[in-house]
């Protein structure tokens, strides 16, 4: 089972990283298992926490850690890259 689930986990990361290249952000180390590092800026931090979601500050001043688990869905990754579109992309006038 454990082997399983951390297999789920990584293909989840993975995917998490391919969603989020094509929206400019920058991929600190390769994507190796269900950790994404990248960097984000401020205001997409702000953003992304004001809808809701969770992580952590990880290196330098605008490297972050996004972890995937067993029980991450695609709807959850789905989720999160339609609001770091949202979030990345300037403001409509």
């Known amino acids: 089972a454990w082997?399983?689930?951390?297999?789920?986990a990584n293909r989840q990361g993975q995917q998490l990283a391919a969603g989020l290249r094509p929206l400019g952000f920058a991929l600190l180390p390769p994507v190796e298992a269900n950790g994404v590092f990248l960097e984000l800026p401020p205001p997409v931090v702000r953003k992304l926490r004001a809808r809701g979601w969770q992580f952590y500050k990880f290196v330098g001043d605008h490297g972050y850690r996004l972890m995937c688990s067993w029980d991450t869905q695609d709807a959850d990754v789905a989720a999160?890259?339609?609001?770091a579109r949202a979030c990345a992309l300037p403001p409509r006038r």
């Open 3 to 8: 082997l399983r689930h951390a297999l789920h």
């Open 80 to 83: 999160f890259l339609a609001d």
